[in-house]
């Protein structure tokens, strides 16, 4: 504990899943936190979680695919905790279906959130974090961007930007003390997930027993698991490290798609 002592963190889609996940585990070491998300009430429940533990955190309302909104984020951020050390960009969203079936208003949506909100996020911290000459952020990202499931081309074409967006970046802000890596989880126990198995699937458990089957650690994955990488590049353990996309996905990577 206490690798990230006074530093202050955002989690975009922090209030639920591996967001929540980051944003506790930031809290337990240290990290003032600011939770990211549309629901207020989620972010409250959140907020509350972490303080219960002795952690220091805060939510802001906030729709990622608006720049005033995230500029806001930002400088309610800097008003009430003086800065920015880093900054998770977690909040996503996904569609399942065949493309000849594909709906441009489903492409439209999951591309301004996965890459639109992404993009607007860095573009305000990176401001704040070139002023201080030091900050990190962290983009998670999907192991669908380098390993395609089926009926996903367009979550698996976000998240392959995500990758690039994070090298190209990471170029662009490292002169300014900035470093800039992504996390790829693979198959996480989570909503999110288990409604992908469900809609891949005609037999209720199949694709997601398939999945299981097919990871060489036997799990699903958990929110912690993630947290775990993400202190590291948090942390000044990663002082070095940038560019960067780790998978953390229990050897999926060396077993191939499951569908």
Avoid at 34 to 39: G, K
Avoid at 126 to 137: C, D, Y
Avoid at 146 to 164: D, E
Wanted: glycine fraction near 12%.
């Amino acid at each position: 504990m206490g690798r990230m002592d006074n530093q202050i963190a955002i989690v975009t889609g922090g209030a639920r899943g591996i967001g929540l996940g980051i944003a506790m585990r930031f809290a337990r070491e240290g990290a003032s936190v600011v939770l990211a998300q549309r629901s207020t009430a989620q972010g409250a429940e959140a907020v509350a979680a972490i303080t219960a533990e002795g952690g220091r955190a805060v939510t802001i309302a906030t729709d990622i695919t608006d720049e005033a909104s995230v500029e806001a984020l930002l400088d309610q951020t800097v008003a009430t905790f003086g800065g920015l050390d880093v900054l998770v960009n977690n909040a996503g969203t996904g569609v399942a279906e065949q493309v000849w079936e594909l709906d441009y208003a489903d492409y439209e949506r999951v591309m301004n959130v996965n890459v639109g909100g992404t993009l607007l996020c860095m573009k305000f911290a990176s401001r704040v974090m070139m002023a201080a000459g030091r900050g990190s952020i962290i983009n998670i990202s999907s192991i669908q961007g380098v390993l395609p499931l089926a009926q996903s081309a367009v979550y698996a074409a976000t998240k392959g930007a995500v990758n690039l967006i994070t090298q190209q970046t990471a170029l662009d802000l490292g002169p300014f003390g900035i470093r800039v890596n992504a996390i790829a989880p693979g198959y996480i126990d989570n909503p999110m997930m288990n409604e992908y198995c469900d809609l891949v699937s005609p037999t209720p458990g199949a694709t997601l027993a398939a999945a299981i089957k097919s990871i060489p650690l036997g799990r699903l994955g958990s929110p912690a698991d993630i947290a775990g990488a993400a202190v590291f590049f948090a942390s000044d353990d990663a002082a070095w490290v940038t560019g960067t996309t780790l998978l953390v996905d229990g050897g999926s990577l060396c077993h191939g798609p499951i569908a």
